[in-house]
């Protein structure tokens, strides 16, 4: 994929640049998803391209460098305002190359080069949007000064081509994916047309009826799965403001598309009244539990002074259909609300409605 880089402006323009290039960042619904094989497989490659020790396949969020996918080295984010990759997509158009970091005085006295990561060479090719803004770079990086040769500068080139390719593919899918729950939604929630801007929110009749469907039971494929129900915390409270009904759609609203992000691109979201529900399919219990965990933890970091609640359940044998579980994720999340705000509890789907309920481990 041929694609011209967009590069930034300086003045005025250089913000309107950055809101730009975050809202086609935010179209990949790929910030702090699971790590996944073909990304992980990129970052090994391009470390043995390079013959450095480490190497990441990172995105430049608002405040934050998310790296995707990384080898050699620990840690799945770091400021930006510290990022190496953050320099990088300045210059989208080529590779760049820090042959020794003590010595560029943008980055000598660097915590990543005086700490205890030490980094001396540094080397990342942007990864652009099918629009032309860079999102981040496949980067290597060494604890030695370094320096790359022509073959292993095309290498670097070469498989960072590869990664804009599989961003490529899972915003067309996570496109398609929201396109289809979209028109499933509409079709399914005649009953509230009624209720201007809410055509897309599912009364319960509608959720059970989409939830009985034979595209979400296929799409189940007979395989464990978990369901997670998701709630905002103190929203009584905020529905006795003047403005309640407002504020707590939007809030829910923005719930909503957080959990989108957190997805995967098999994992089907559907909203029915104040409530998310995250449908994980080939997914245990451990698995539901770190995804609602991904979940908190972004609302709490993006939405100032929202929390959420959930409650996550796993199928069985014995206990498959999803209305079953969705009755028992909901009486999770009500034993959640009443340990306190910000909670998730899980279970694994019983016959028992008193079963033990853990707190994820």
């Not at 990384?70 to 989208?92: H, K, M, T, V, Y």
């Not at 929110?201 to 009826?209: F, M, P, S, T």
Request: overall charge neutral; proline content about 4%; some cysteine.
């Amino acid at each position: 994929m041929s694609v011209l880089p967009v590069s930034r402006p300086v003045g005025a323009d250089a913000k309107a640049y950055e809101a730009c290039r975050l809202t086609i960042l935010e179209r990949y619904a790929i910030l702090d998803s699971e790590s996944e094989a073909a990304y992980q497989d990129l970052v090994m490659l391009a470390r043995l391209v390079t013959g450095t020790s480490a190497a990441a396949f990172s995105l430049i969020d608002k405040d934050r460098q998310w790296n995707k996918a990384f080898s050699g080295c620990d840690g799945r984010e770091l400021p930006r305002n510290i990022a190496f990759c953050n320099w990088a997509i300045q210059s989208p158009d080529v590779i760049t190359e820090i042959p020794d970091a003590r010595e560029d005085a943008r980055f000598a006295d660097n915590p990543l080069v005086v700490g205890e990561a030490g980094i001396r060479f540094y080397a990342g090719a942007p990864i652009l949007s099918r629009e032309g803004y860079p999102l981040g770079t496949l980067c290597v990086f060494d604890s030695v000064p370094w320096k790359l040769n022509l073959a292993q500068h095309e290498g670097l080139l070469a498989l960072a081509r590869q990664a804009q390719q599989l961003l490529e593919l899972r915003r067309h899918g996570h496109e398609r994916r929201v396109q289809y729950a979209e028109q499933a939604q509409a079709r399914l929630s005649s009953a509230n047309a009624g209720s201007a801007g809410n055509a897309s929110i599912l009364d319960r009749v509608a959720l059970l009826e989409r939830l009985e469907s034979v595209d979400i039971l296929e799409h189940l494929q007979q395989d464990c799965y978990s369901l997670a129900v998701i709630g905002v915390d103190g929203l009584a409270r905020i529905s006795n403001d003047d403005q309640g009904a407002q504020k707590v759609h939007a809030i829910v609203q923005a719930v909503e598309q957080l959990v989108g992000r957190c997805s995967r691109l098999d994992d089907i979201t559907l909203r029915y009244g104040d409530k998310v529900l995250l449908l994980m399919p080939k997914t245990p219990l451990a698995g539901g539990i770190r995804a609602a965990e991904r979940i908190r933890a972004a609302v709490q970091a993006r939405l100032e002074g929202v929390s959420v609640s959930s409650g996550v359940v796993s199928s069985t044998p014995s206990i498959y259909a999803p209305r079953e579980l969705l009755a028992q994720a909901e009486r999770t999340l009500n034993r959640a609300r009443q340990q306190g705000n910000n909670q998730i509890l899980s279970q694994t789907a019983s016959h028992d409605a008193r079963a033990h309920l853990q707190l994820p481990g």
